[in-house]
C-alpha cells in the first residue's frame, strides 16, 4: 500500500481512477487533520460514469496503462481511515480484476474478476475499518486478454460513517490512574491490576486483583507498579502496568475499549536467570455484599450437556464456595451487577487441580500454574479479560415487544393457520393489536442466510411499516452446506456438528473462520438493500468451542488438538453488527439466543436475548 504512485488521499476516495492510473496526477499533500475533518462532515458525491469517447480514445489509454503495469506500478487509489467506515464500491470496468485491499485484513474485501466489455455492474462490498487502516482501491488489466487491455471507465466508493463511540456508550475518560466508561470504572491506583471496579458507584472488589507467585510456597511481594498510558482515544485506551519483586518481574497491557471490555496480556519473568515456582494464581477479592450468584460457561459441550441430572452453570453461591475445572468465563454478581472474568484458551496452563476456587469469603483464586520454571527466555505469558455488568443501560420498559411467529413472508394476507385473508384481519394485524412492535421472521429464508429473497417481502415490509412493526430476518452459525461460497475447510466449527431436516444438511459455523466476513456482508445488505429492521441471531453472540486449526482455532497439545473459544473474534463480529445496525443514523434491531452461555464481551451489542 505504500507505493510512489499511490496519492496519499484521506478518509474518502476522490474519483478518476482514468486519470490517476494513467499518471496524469501528482501525487499531493495528505490533508491536514483539521482539513480532513471538514471534508468528511461532506456526503462524497457520486460520480456518473462518462459516456461517449472514440475507440482510439480508449486505445490510447490502453496502452498507457499497459506501460505503467510493465514498470511494475499499479492504478492505484488509496484511503487512510481515522474511524470506523464502512465502504460501499462501484466500479464500471472492462476485462480487468478488481481489488479493495486493507492492511489489517489477510485478504482483500473485493477480489473479483470482470470480463466482458464495457459492463457496468456494480460491486458493493462491506468492509468496517478501523482506526490507522490503509486501503487500497485497484483496478489491473488482464494480463493477455489482446486488444481489451482497458482498465476502467470510473470508479468511486462511498464511505458512510459509523460512530467512533456509538450509543448508548460516551467516550472513555482517562485519569492520572483509571479509565472510566459509562457507569463503570477501572482504577490502578499504583497497583499492577486494579484495586477498584467501580459499578453504578459500587465497588465489586474488597481489595486489589492480585498476582500471587510463591515461590518455595512463599508469595512474593510486589512493589509500586508503574502506570503508563500508551494510547488514549474516545473508543479505546491502552495502558501498561510493571511491578518487581526481589525475584520476578510482572507487567500487563491492557486495552479498554468504550463498552468496559478489559483484555490483559500479564507477562512474568525472572529478574534474572531462572525462578522455580511453585504456584501461580490469579486472585480475585469480591465484594460480599454483591457477590451472590454465578454464572459460567458450561463445563460440557452442549451437545453432551444433560440439562436434567447435571450441575446447572448459574445459580446462587453455595455457602460453602465452589470449585471449577478450566472455563472459558465466570461471572460473579447479584441481580443488578457483576464482574466477568474470561479467556479463549487454557494453553499454557498447567493449575494442577481446580482452576477456580471460590471460597467462602468470596475470594476467587484462578490457578495459572502449578509447579514451574520460568526463564528469562521462556517466560509465562497469559491473555485474559475483565468485564464489568452492567454493559450499557437498559431500554426502557416495552420499547422491544417482540413476537416470534411462524407463517413466513404470507403474514400480512394470510391468517393465522395460513389461510388467505385481507390485510386488515391477517395475523400481521392480529399481532399489532397484541402489542407487537417487532418480529422475526424464522421460515422465510435459506438456512442461515441474512438475505430474504422472496419477492413478496416487500410487501410484508410495507404493510408492518403502517404498524410500525420492525421486522427481523432470523440468521445464526448454523448455514445451509450448499450455501455459495461455502468452504469445507476453513468455515466450519470444528468437530463438526450438523443439523439435518427438511431435507437440508446444516452446519455449525465458527466465528474466527471466513465465514465472519460473508455474515458480515449478508447482513449490511439485508440492512441497506432489504430495509429489514435487524436480526435474530441464533449463535453468533456466543464463543463457540473450536479445534479448526485452518481458521487459527485450537492447538496441538502432545497428539491431541484442544479447543479454544474465539471470544475476540466473536465480539468482533458483534461489534461491526452493531456498527452497521446503527450507520447512518439508523437503529435495527439484534435480538440474540444465547444458548446458556452468556459472554459479556459480545452480548454487550445485543439490543435484548434469549436464554
Same mark, same amino acid.
Given at each position: 500500500?505504500?507505493?510512489?504512485?499511490i496519492?496519499p488521499?484521506?478518509r474518502?476516495v476522490?474519483?478518476?481512477?482514468?486519470?490517476?492510473?494513467?499518471?496524469?496526477?501528482?501525487?499531493?499533500?495528505?490533508?491536514?487533520p483539521?482539513?480532513?475533518?471538514r471534508?468528511?462532515?461532506?456526503?462524497l458525491?457520486?460520480?456518473?460514469p462518462?459516456?461517449?469517447?472514440?475507440?482510439?480514445r480508449?486505445r490510447?489509454?490502453?496502452n498507457?496503462?499497459t506501460?505503467?503495469?510493465?514498470?511494475?506500478?499499479?492504478?492505484?487509489?488509496?484511503v487512510h481511515?481515522?474511524?470506523?467506515?464502512v465502504?460501499?464500491?462501484?466500479a464500471d470496468v472492462d476485462?480487468?480484476?478488481?481489488?479493495a485491499l486493507?492492511?489489517r485484513?489477510?485478504?482483500p474485501?473485493?477480489?473479483?474478476?470482470?470480463n466482458t466489455?464495457?459492463?457496468?455492474?456494480?460491486?458493493d462490498q462491506v468492509?468496517l475499518l478501523?482506526?490507522?487502516?490503509n486501503?487500497?482501491?485497484?483496478a489491473?488489466p488482464?494480463?493477455g486478454?489482446?486488444?481489451?487491455?482497458f482498465v476502467?471507465s470510473?470508479?468511486t466508493a462511498?464511505v458512510d460513517?459509523?460512530?467512533?463511540v456509538p450509543l448508548?456508550?460516551?467516550?472513555l475518560?482517562v485519569?492520572?490512574?483509571?479509565?472510566s466508561?459509562?457507569?463503570?470504572?477501572?482504577?490502578f491506583?499504583?497497583?499492577?491490576l486494579p484495586v477498584?471496579?467501580?459499578?453504578?458507584?459500587?465497588?465489586l472488589l474488597?481489595d486489589?486483583i492480585?498476582?500471587?507467585?510463591?515461590?518455595s510456597g512463599?508469595?512474593?511481594?510486589?512493589?509500586?507498579?508503574?502506570?503508563?498510558?500508551?494510547?488514549s482515544d474516545?473508543?479505546v485506551?491502552e495502558?501498561?502496568?510493571?511491578?518487581?519483586?526481589?525475584?520476578?518481574?510482572a507487567?500487563?497491557k491492557?486495552?479498554?475499549e468504550?463498552?468496559?471490555?478489559?483484555?490483559?496480556e500479564?507477562t512474568?519473568?525472572?529478574v534474572?536467570g531462572?525462578?522455580n515456582l511453585?504456584?501461580?494464581?490469579?486472585?480475585?477479592?469480591? *465484594?460480599q455484599?454483591?457477590a451472590k450468584l454465578?454464572? *459460567?460457561?458450561?463445563v460440557?459441550p452442549?451437545?453432551?450437556q444433560?440439562?436434567i441430572t447435571?450441575?446447572?452453570?448459574?445459580g446462587a453461591i453455595p455457602?460453602?464456595?465452589m470449585?471449577?475445572?478450566?472455563?472459558?468465563?465466570?461471572?460473579?454478581?447479584?441481580e443488578k451487577?457483576?464482574?466477568?472474568?474470561?479467556a479463549e484458551?487454557?494453553?499454557?496452563?498447567?493449575?494442577?487441580?481446580?482452576?477456580v476456587?471460590?471460597g467462602?469469603n468470596?475470594?476467587?483464586?484462578?490457578?495459572?500454574l502449578?509447579a514451574?520454571?520460568?526463564t528469562?527466555?521462556?517466560?509465562?505469558?497469559y491473555?485474559?479479560?475483565?468485564?464489568?455488568?452492567p454493559v450499557?443501560p437498559?431500554?426502557?420498559?416495552?420499547?422491544i415487544?417482540?413476537?416470534?411467529p411462524g407463517?413466513?413472508?404470507?403474514?400480512? *394476507?394470510?391468517?393465522?393457520y395460513?389461510?388467505?385473508?385481507s390485510?386488515e384481519?391477517?395475523?400481521l394485524?392480529?399481532?399489532h393489536n397484541?402489542g407487537?412492535?417487532?418480529? *422475526?421472521?424464522w421460515?422465510?429464508?435459506?438456512?442461515?442466510?441474512?438475505?430474504?429473497?422472496?419477492?413478496?417481502?416487500p410487501?410484508l415490509?410495507?404493510?408492518?411499516a403502517?404498524?410500525?412493526?420492525s421486522?427481523l430476518?432470523?440468521?445464526?452459525i448454523?448455514?445451509?452446506?450448499n450455501?455459495?461460497?461455502?468452504?469445507?475447510?476453513?468455515?466450519?466449527?470444528?468437530?463438526?456438528?450438523?443439523?439435518v431436516?427438511?431435507?437440508?444438511v446444516?452446519?455449525a459455523?465458527?466465528?474466527k473462520?471466513p465465514?465472519?466476513?460473508?455474515?458480515?456482508?449478508?447482513?449490511?445488505?439485508?440492512?441497506?438493500?432489504?430495509?429489514?429492521?435487524?436480526?435474530?441471531?441464533?449463535?453468533?453472540?456466543?464463543?463457540?468451542?473450536?479445534?479448526n486449526?485452518a481458521h487459527?482455532?485450537?492447538?496441538?497439545?502432545g497428539?491431541?488438538?484442544k479447543?479454544?473459544s474465539?471470544?475476540l473474534?466473536t465480539r468482533?463480529?458483534?461489534k461491526?453488527?452493531?456498527?452497521?445496525?446503527?450507520?447512518n443514523?439508523?437503529?435495527?434491531?439484534l435480538l440474540?439466543?444465547?444458548?446458556?452461555?452468556?459472554f459479556?464481551?459480545?452480548m454487550?451489542?445485543?439490543?435484548?436475548?434469549l436464554?
Open positions: 500500500l505504500h507505493h510512489p504512485d496519492q488521499l484521506t474518502r476522490a474519483g478518476g481512477l482514468r486519470g490517476l492510473a494513467a499518471g496524469l496526477r501528482r501525487p499531493r499533500q495528505a490533508h491536514t483539521r482539513q480532513s475533518d471534508h468528511n462532515r461532506r456526503k458525491p457520486t460520480k456518473n462518462e459516456k461517449g469517447g472514440t475507440a482510439a480508449k490510447g489509454l490502453a498507457r496503462l506501460a505503467i503495469l510493465s514498470s511494475g506500478s499499479r492504478p492505484t487509489q488509496v481511515t481515522t474511524r470506523p467506515w465502504v460501499h464500491m462501484r476485462n480487468a480484476r478488481l481489488l486493507s492492511n485484513l489477510t485478504s474485501f473485493l477480489d473479483t474478476t470482470v466489455v464495457f459492463d457496468e455492474r456494480s460491486f468492509a478501523n482506526k490507522g487502516d486501503v487500497a482501491f485497484t489491473e488482464i494480463v486478454h489482446g486488444q481489451y487491455e476502467g470510473y470508479w462511498q460513517e459509523v460512530p467512533t448508548p456508550w460516551t467516550p475518560v485519569g492520572d490512574h483509571y479509565v466508561c459509562w457507569n463503570r470504572t477501572y482504577d491506583m499504583e497497583s499492577l477498584a471496579i467501580m459499578s453504578g458507584g459500587v465497588n474488597s486489589s492480585a498476582v500471587d507467585a510463591k515461590v512463599v508469595s512474593q511481594q510486589w512493589d509500586t507498579a508503574t502506570f503508563l498510558i500508551t494510547r474516545p473508543d485506551v495502558l501498561t502496568t510493571t511491578s518487581n519483586s526481589p525475584l520476578l518481574r507487567t500487563c491492557f486495552r479498554i468504550f463498552d468496559g471490555f478489559l483484555l490483559c500479564l512474568l519473568a525472572p534474572s531462572a525462578v511453585s504456584s501461580l494464581d490469579l486472585v480475585v477479592p469480591f *465484594n455484599a454483591y454465578f454464572h *459460567n460457561h458450561p460440557k452442549l451437545t453432551q444433560n440439562w447435571d450441575t446447572m452453570n448459574c455457602g460453602n464456595g470449585a471449577l475445572p478450566f472455563v472459558n468465563h465466570i461471572w460473579i454478581g447479584d451487577r457483576g464482574l466477568q472474568w474470561f484458551s487454557d494453553q499454557g496452563l498447567s493449575p494442577n487441580g481446580p482452576f476456587n471460590l467462602s468470596k475470594v476467587m483464586r484462578l490457578r495459572l502449578g514451574k520454571t520460568i528469562s527466555a521462556a517466560p509465562f505469558r491473555v485474559f479479560g475483565l468485564m464489568a455488568s450499557k437498559m431500554v426502557p420498559a416495552d420499547s415487544r417482540w413476537a416470534f407463517g413466513g413472508i404470507g403474514i400480512w *394476507n394470510h391468517d393465522y395460513g389461510n388467505p385473508t390485510p384481519n391477517s395475523w394485524a392480529q399481532m397484541m407487537v412492535n417487532c418480529l *422475526n421472521l421460515d422465510a429464508q435459506t438456512m442461515g442466510d441474512p438475505i430474504i429473497t422472496d419477492p413478496d417481502l410487501n415490509l410495507n404493510a408492518a403502517g404498524y410500525g412493526i421486522v430476518g432470523s440468521t445464526g448454523w448455514i445451509d452446506q450455501t455459495a461460497g461455502f468452504n469445507t475447510t476453513t468455515w466450519p466449527l470444528k468437530p463438526d456438528l450438523t443439523w431436516g427438511d431435507g437440508i446444516a452446519r459455523m465458527c466465528q473462520g465465514w465472519q466476513k460473508w455474515f458480515l456482508d449478508r447482513a449490511e445488505r439485508s440492512f441497506t438493500q432489504l430495509q429489514m429492521g435487524g436480526l435474530y441471531l441464533d449463535g453468533p453472540v456466543v464463543a463457540q468451542s473450536c479445534t486449526l487459527g482455532c485450537g492447538y496441538v497439545s497428539s491431541t488438538t479447543y479454544t474465539p471470544i473474534a468482533e463480529l458483534m461491526q453488527l452493531y456498527l452497521l445496525s446503527r450507520a443514523g439508523q437503529q435495527r434491531l440474540a439466543h444465547t444458548s446458556s452461555s452468556i459479556l464481551p459480545s454487550s451489542f445485543a439490543d435484548a436475548y436464554e
